[in-house]
């Protein structure tokens, strides 16, 4: 295993920003060159962490490179990631893993013919509370799950209409290069927080104010899982809040804005890696309640590499000690498929069974 994990670091934009510290902090980590179609960015960032810049991918392909690391509009990422994996790399690549099922799957095939560590960023999983929550519905500390909801808003409310209205092209705004609208872009891996799978969607999408957009800015879904749950998903890029909602039969929890979580539960005391929860009066839940407890909760920064589940530093360490991704194309593969039985869901108007 190399002692040092060389980096070729591909699209230098507005995600990258967030964590290209990590790749200059770890002291195993050496980034060798940014690469970005926009030679702008690609100096910008190279200069951050001392490294080459470059507009030509093939420079992520060169011997002395270890692992790529892909951050461009969703359609690249399978003529980069499989370029990648074919020339023997490592490779970590943005959610969503493409901008189609089939690109997906051809990602996924290529990687796991690969032997290397080939996986998907998935920036919630940086949170512990995410943990949390899987932990509290996989130990049933919240009874039987009954409901999901998630609510994922773009901060800034109306801003990208703002830009589409001043006809600033983004490759957000098109289909072929994104694979849809916001509800791809945000509603990827949810079925992670669940031991149930989700056997149904019904899904309805709307773009009503955004005319820069080809894709939908505004996303409902329905989904049915094989435990009985259902799960609500609003979706949009022209609304504001955010709202994470777990309801049990003996507890639920609620988490608004990133910042503010309540906590109820008749099964005892909680302590998870952000979670405190103590317990209270015990009661039925659903006629008294279990105690509701509030307690601030904050995300941690993109960069932080104290965190020992940002999910940078866990792929860089699975690179260098020899153990896989710590999130699988394959599970982005199954992403995708949700996503896709969301969008025929919502083109064809009735229900559509995820296989
Ligand atoms: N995990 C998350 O929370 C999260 C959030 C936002 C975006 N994303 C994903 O991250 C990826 C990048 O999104 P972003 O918000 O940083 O976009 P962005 O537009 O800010 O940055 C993309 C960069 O890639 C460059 N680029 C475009 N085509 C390229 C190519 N073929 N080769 C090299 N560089 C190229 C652009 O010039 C730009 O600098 C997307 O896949 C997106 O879905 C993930």
Redesign the pocket.
Known sequence: MPATVNVAF???????AHYLGVYRDLDFVRVAVC????LD?ANRAAESVGAASSCD?PAALSDGIDAVVI????S??RP?AIAAIEAGKHVLL???VAASLSDAEAIATAAENSHRTVGL????FDQPLIHDLRDLAAQGRLGNIVHYYARLMHKGGMMWSEQALKGIR???GSLQE?GGGCFI?LAVHFEWLSPARIVRVAGFTRNLHSPGLEGEDLATAILEMDSGALVTLDMAWCSDDEQLSVHGTLGRVNYRNNRWLDMASTAGPFQGRVIRYSGGPVAAFGGEQGETQSMEIRPPAFDDISNPLNQHRVFLEAVRDGRPAPVSIASGVRDMRIVSAVYESAKTGRAVEVS
Do not use: E, F, L
């Open positions: 591909v699209g230098c934009g507005g995600m990258a690469i970005d179609t926009n960015a991918y951050s461009t509009p969703n690249a990422h980069q943005q959610k969503p960023y998935m920036s919630y983004t490759w957000r994104t872009q």
